[in-house]
């Protein structure tokens, strides 16, 4: 072997020996240390285990504790921090309006019995339930609901001057935009049906309302017209005080006009 090769030899065992070293020096090297995680600030707010229905008694079962960020948590909703016997005080509470499971428990959204009926808790201070029979031809075919707000209208048959014509039926809105508060005797759908099909419909009504409705039944055919859910807070003008006026409208039957009088 001539000294040039072994020259060659031992420089490459000399850098790889230096590589070799480098290496492990560099796995020596303490890792970078991990930056601290901010944590952001909860409470525990009082939430629905599970869904509860409109009118259905909250149980110990339908609650519990949930961590919420603490910068989402409004202050309508129950804190442990702030009322740790929260839980215990709504029981036996019931739901003024459905809650999903998850949803925060509010006060608004709950009403105490004491003792009196569901419909007599949850019907608004100087409001009054009214009930009348419906069909599913009067009632929008059974897709009024429970919380819809509803025209009422009012179609009577009177006899014709013309004692050869057919008889005339008059028709008009004696209420406007009112709640239905139940359908028969279920204030809630039924099994998840979008549909419920009753001959008694419970709606909410002013006192002044009332007397017109119960005028109105022993007038002629009452039918419910389901209105957008958009028209929750339309306030009708003079809708109701209109009741009870009356007008007259000329019907032409075979290019002869006739006057009739009808109510507005």
């Known amino acids: 072997m001539n000294t040039a090769r072994i020259v060659v030899l031992a420089i490459a065992g000399c850098a790889g020996l230096a590589a070799l ?3 492990s020096g560099s796995n020596d090297q303490p890792a970078p240390a ?34 919420w960020p603490a910068s989402t948590a409004s202050s309508s909703f129950m804190r442990r921090d702030n009322k740790p016997e929260a839980m215990k005080d709504v029981i036996g509470s019931i739901a ?14 709950l009403v105490k019995a004491d003792g009196s009926g569901f419909m007599a808790a949850i019907l608004p201070s100087g409001m009054r339930a009214i009930s009348t029979e419906i069909s599913p031809e009067t009632a929008a075919g059974g897709f009024i609901l429970p919380n819809d707000r509803v025209d009422v209208i009012l179609s009577r048959r009177e006899k014709n ?4 014509g057919p008889d005339l039926v008059n028709s008009e ?9 139940a359908i028969d005797q279920a204030p809630k759908e039924k099994d998840g049906t979008s549909a419920l099909i009753g001959k008694t419909v419970t709606l909410e009504l002013k ?8 005028r109105a039944r022993q007038s002629g055919t009452l039918t ?6 958009a028209d929750v807070n339309v306030v ?5 005080s209109a009741a009870g006026k009356r007008g007259s409208i000329n019907v032409v039957r075979y290019g002869i006009a006739s006057p009739h009088t009808v109510q507005k």
Do not use: H
């Open 21 to 23: 070293y480098l290496a």
């Open 34 to 67: 991990k930056q601290p995680v901010a944590q952001m600030p909860t409470v525990d707010i009082l939430v629905a285990k599970s869904d509860i229905g409109l009118g259905q008694s909250v149980k110990p079962e339908d609650l519990q504790w949930q961590t």
């Open 96 to 109: 003024r309006t459905p809650f999903i499971a998850g949803e925060p428990i509010r006060e608004q959204k």
């Open 161 to 164: 001057p013309d004692s050869n």
């Open 173 to 181: 809105i004696i209420l406007s935009n009112v709640r239905v508060l």
């Open 207 to 214: 006192p002044e309302q009332a007397e017109t409705l119960a």
């Open 224 to 229: 419910l017209a389901l209105r957008s859910i």
């Open 236 to 240: 009708e003008a003079n809708a109701d």
